[in-house]
Structures are given as C-alpha cells and as structure tokens.
C-alpha cells in the first residue's frame, strides 16, 4: 500500500510538472516591453530628413544628421543631445526583447497583405499576439486597412520590407497604440494620407508620404527617418509603461536595474573638418544621468584635449549629478591632423562606479590627388591631377638693389659734382 | 664758350665712381657663378616654351608631383615645368606647363610676365628634333590655391591643349604661398 502510494505521488507530481511545462506554454502572450529612454521619443534616427514645412511632430527627435526644416510641435529633447545615445542602446534592447517573443501565428512564405488575409482568423481584424511572416517576406498594409481588436501587445514582426498603402487605415477597437509594435527587418514606407498607429523599429529605415497621422514611434536609430508635407506623429499618451525587467544573479537574487546608477557623455567638436594645416576646435560636452538615482565623483576626461572646463549644470549646486541635470563642459585645442578623441564620464552611486565614453572626429583636409578617368584619346596610363603647384617665390630676403643703387651713386655724385665744384675756364 | 672742369675733389669722385663700378661688376660675378653652379647640376632638355608676346623663350624641366600632392614646380626660376604624368604637349589632352612668379637673386622668374598674355597670343613648344607646335591663347583664368585643378589637368573635346599656370594674388605670409593660381589655357593652332 505504501508502495502504492509512494508511486502515486511520483506520478502526480510529474504529471502536475509536464501539465505545468505545457500549461506554460499554451498560455504564453505577447508582453509589451521595457521602454527605456526611448519612451518619450517620437523619432529616434541618426539621420532625419524632413524637406518642407508642414510636417507636426510631438515628442522627442533624436538624430545626429538635422533636417532642412524642422519640424512643428513640442519636442523637448532635439537632436543628439542626452539621452540620444541611451535611447538608441534602449532601442536595441527593446528590439531584442520583441524578437525574443515566439510568433503566435506564421502567415505562408511569400508577400502578406494584413488588410485581405484570413488564414490568421477574420479578414482584417487582429486580436493580441505575434504575427510574424514567413522567411523573407514583406508585408504590407493594404487599402481595406486593418483592426487591432482588443487590449495587450501586438508584434508584427516582418521578415522584409512594410509598407502601407495610400488612404489605409489602422484602426484601434480596444488597443493602445502603446502596445503595437512593427519590426521589419527592412525598410518601411507608409503611403500618403494613410494612418497608422504603434511603434515601428525598423534600422533600416523609415518613410512617411504626405498626410500620413501617425500616433506612434518611429525608431530607426542607426538609421533615417524621413517625413513629408502635412504629416502628423504623435507620441501616444496614457501609456502604462512597464517597469525593467529584473535580472537575476548566479546566486538567484533578485537585482534591480532600474535603481543602477547610469551616466551619460556626449560630444561635439566645432567644425568638425579643418582646412589643410588644421586650426582650433572646441569641444562640447554633456553629461547626464539617465539612471534614477544622483551621482557623486563625477569626473570627465578627454584622451587628447586636457584643458576641460565645467560650463554649467550643477544647478543645486550639490556636486552631485542629478537625473534632471545636464553638466556641459568645453576644451579647445588646435589639431594639424585628423583626431578622434575620447571623452570618457564617470560618476558614483552606491559604491558602484559607471562610465559612458563618446568619441569626436574632426578632419583635418590634406592635399588629395584624384584618380581620374582616362582621358579620350589617351593612352591607358592612369593619369594623375595634383593640386595647383606652387610656384611662387616669396619674397627675396637677399635681394639688394645693388644696380639701382650704384645708378643712384653715379647721378647724385655727379650731380653734386657739378653744382658745387665746379669751374669755367674759357677756350 | 665755356667748359667745365673739375678741380680738387676729381680724384675723390673717380674713386667712388670706379668703386661703385667694382662693386656692380662683383655683384653680377656672384649672382652669375650662383646660378651657373646651379645649372651645371639640373638635368635639363632641349625643348623650349616660347612666348613672344612677353619675351619668353625657356627650357623645359620635366617635373612629377610632390607628396604633399601638388603639381612639382621647376628647379630653376628661369625653366618651365612640365606635367609628366600628363599627356605631351600636342598630344590629344591637356599638357600643363608651371612656371616660377616672382624674383630671385636680382632675377625675375620666367613667369613673371604671364599676366600680361592676351587671348590669341601665340604660344610655341619646341623640341628636341626643332619641331615646333603652336598652341593659341583661349581663355585666362584664376583660381583660388585650393581650387579643384581637374578642368585644367583633363579636357575630353579630343583636341590638343597646353595650360600653363603660375602664382598670382596676394603673397600669405603664414602659408608662404601666393592665394591664387593664373592659368592661361591654350589650344593647339590646327
């Protein structure tokens, strides 16, 4: 009977392991994220082109290559100053995490348009998941547009290129823009007049058409963004934002990231191209803290420029680096050759140092010779085109006068001679 | 009638005359040993770049580029350079020529004079079986020192040019280079 027993609840508790292991599995859904520091970007780019006039955006830009225009609306953080370089690393963990979600439903190879497919369920309409499709296949959102129909995370992540044609609709039926993510691993073009809703992280790049109202995230740090005419990007609002994951440690503990002190550099030299010969530049620097906690023992270094000074930030004046704080620092030196120099920031926060370093490059032009094109007629020898020779001669240090002066001589002597000792004498 | 006559100081005037004379004929052995010295050591050819309308008439040096990358310039002041890397005069392309600006030793280089070409002056390559080509003055033009040199080192009409540039504009003084470049493009007279 014991025996019996014994066996039973063996059985029963790898039954209850095996259920447990497929119960998990079964019931797994979509999750939405940690943001990061790109939560309150609206267009996260290294470049962002925006041509015309006309375009509203809301939220944060990033970029390091500005647009003719810019554009309309509120965007408190404009450009590559913090924490642009932490939302592009957030960017990336966030991508990661998305692809890390296995796909609930596979559509067949080949190109996929939302709006006309039914092998996923109802024509047009998505419930939470991850849609993905299949090996090299693009998708595209066609005019009949599409429905994401209820509350939780929607991952559309696309083996190409996406698109979304001209008029389409993106409609939401009880789903949050928040939680709509789209990672294509190619381009995306949202056609003119279209609206689209969701976060789309797409290195590759990003175009919008004219008309285009968008309530989202365009994220393509690495890559471009481009807007047009009349185009509207919102960021979306009432999000409920996840907290960071916790990480676990060998011994099984627990860790917070998010109470981990962070730091965060970034540096730009003035101009950054110097004529041949080189000239002065200036470097500028900010340090921020996009951690959540203040830092002490804040320190900045530069490999080759030594002459750094604080500017502003310390607003508090507390020496220590605040999470609202943006410490700016300056040096200048002059430069005969091409230099990439290495800013390196740290700070300390519960006994933990962190550092962020940014680097700058400032070219220093030298004569170039061209390879050119073999000229009609001419033989096959490669020509060459140098620069224009010099051939100037500068001024002659040695150069005297010696035969105007001795002419000089001659006149004034004689001259001198003439008027005054002189006498006649009759023939 | 009269005559003038020099009394007491005669003597004093004919030796400062005759010391001024020496000193003259000194400075003039000196300049002259210096560039023979020169000559003797430079590797010249026969052929010859004439340009009557501004009394030109000089020996051409063949030159390369310097590893700064500009076009190398002739050893001596009174040669022209010619472009080796670039087609010879009269051949299909544009030769270039470069010349010294300026004056050295009491001697004006052999350039010096090149702004006053006027278009349609003639200009004549010599050499070394006397064959002469003639080249007429098209166009004058100035660049900036760092200007993009291709238009006048290639040309894809099919025809024959030579372009001749030396220094023109103010002197630098911290880059101990002249700002600008005259180049006078010519083509082959057909």
């Not at chain 1, 014991?2 to 119960?23: D, E, Y």
């Not at chain 1, 939302?114 to 499709?133: E, K, R, S």
């Not at chain 1, 041949?276 to 921020?288: P, Q």
Request: glycine content about 8%; proline content about 6%.
């Amino acid at each position: 009977m014991k025996k019996n027993n014994k066996k039973i609840i063996i059985a029963s508790i790898s039954l209850f392991i095996v259920i447990g292991i497929i119960g998990a599995i079964k019931v797994f859904a979509a999750t939405t994220p940690f943001f990061g520091t790109t939560s309150s970007y609206t267009i996260l780019s290294s470049t962002y082109t925006n041509p015309v006039s006309g375009t509203t955006v809301t939220g944060d830009i990033g970029f390091t290559t500005p647009p003719a225009v810019n554009p309309a609306g509120i965007h408190p953080n404009y450009g590559s100053g913090a924490p642009y370089s932490t939302a592009g690393t957030d960017q990336g963990n966030l991508l990661t995490s998305l692809n890390s979600q296995p796909c609930t439903f596979t559509f067949a190879n080949g190109a996929i348009d939302l709006a006309t497919d039914t092998t996923h369920g109802t024509i047009g309409v998505y419930t939470p998941g991850v849609y993905c499709t299949g090996a090299a296949s693009a998708a595209s959102i066609g005019t009949a547009g599409i429905t994401l129909s209820g509350a939780g995370t929607y991952i559309f992540r696309v083996n190409g290129a996406f698109t979304t044609v001209m008029n389409s609709v993106v409609t939401l039926s009880g789903a949050s823009a928040c939680d709509v993510f789209w990672t294509p691993t190619e381009a995306t073009t949202l056609g003119a007049n279209s609206t689209f809703k969701g976060n789309n992280i797409d290195a590759s790049g990003i175009t919008l058409g004219t008309n285009v109202n968008w309530v989202g995230r365009a994220l393509s740090f690495g890559g471009t963004v481009t807007t047009a005419v009349d185009d509207v990007l919102t960021l979306p609002t009432s999000c409920t934002l996840p907290p960071p994951p916790p990480n676990v440690d060998m011994g099984g503990i627990y860790s917070m990231p998010w109470v981990t002190p962070r730091i965060d550099v970034t540096k730009v030299a003035t101009p950054t191209s110097l004529p041949i010969g080189g000239g002065s530049v200036v470097y500028d620097y900010v340090i921020s803290n996009p951690g959540y906690i203040p830092l002490s023992n804040v320190t900045l270094v530069d490999d080759k420029c030594s002459n750094i000074t604080l500017l502003s930030g310390d607003t508090n004046s507390n020496s220590k680096l605040e999470i609202t704080e943006n410490w700016k620092y300056s040096c200048a030196m002059n430069l005969s050759q091409t230099t990439t120099n290495v800013a390196t920031a740290s700070g300390t926060a519960d006994f933990t140092t962190v550092t962020d370093t940014a680097n700058a490059v400032v070219i220093v032009n030298v004569p170039t010779i061209i390879q050119a094109p073999v000229v009609l007629g001419v033989s096959t020898t490669t020509e060459v085109f140098p620069l224009f020779p010099n051939t100037g001669l500068d001024p002659d240090p040695n150069f005297f006068p010696w035969n105007f002066l001795a002419l000089l001589s001659v006149i004034f002597v004689s001259v001198l001679n003439l008027t005054k000792d002189k006498t006649t004498k009759p023939f | 009638m009269k005559i003038k006559i020099t009394t007491k100081k005669s003597p004093v005037i004919i030796s400062i005359i005759g010391l001024i004379f020496f000193l003259i004929f000194f400075s003039y052995i000196v300049i002259q040993k210096k560039v023979l010295a020169y000559e003797v050591s430079q590797d010249t050819s026969t052929i010859r770049l004439k340009i009557e309308s501004i009394g030109v008439d000089a020996l051409v040096e063949s030159v390369g580029i310097k590893s700064s990358g500009e076009m190398d310039t002739p050893k001596l002041i009174e040669n022209v350079g010619w472009f080796n890397l670039g087609v010879y005069p009269g051949e299909i392309g544009s030769a270039v020529m470069d010349g010294h600006y300026g004056w050295r030793d009491n001697k004006s280089a052999v350039f010096d004079n090149l702004y006053k070409v006027k278009i349609g002056d003639i200009v004549i390559i010599k050499n070394n079986n006397n064959v002469i080509t003639t080249f007429i003055v098209r166009n004058i033009k100035k660049y900036n020192s760092l200007e993009n040199s291709t238009p006048v080192f290639t040309s894809n009409d099919g025809k024959s040019h030579l372009n001749l540039i030396t220094c023109g504009g103010g002197w630098d003084i911290e880059t101990k280079n002249y700002r600008e470049r005259l180049v006078i493009f010519t083509d082959k007279e057909i």
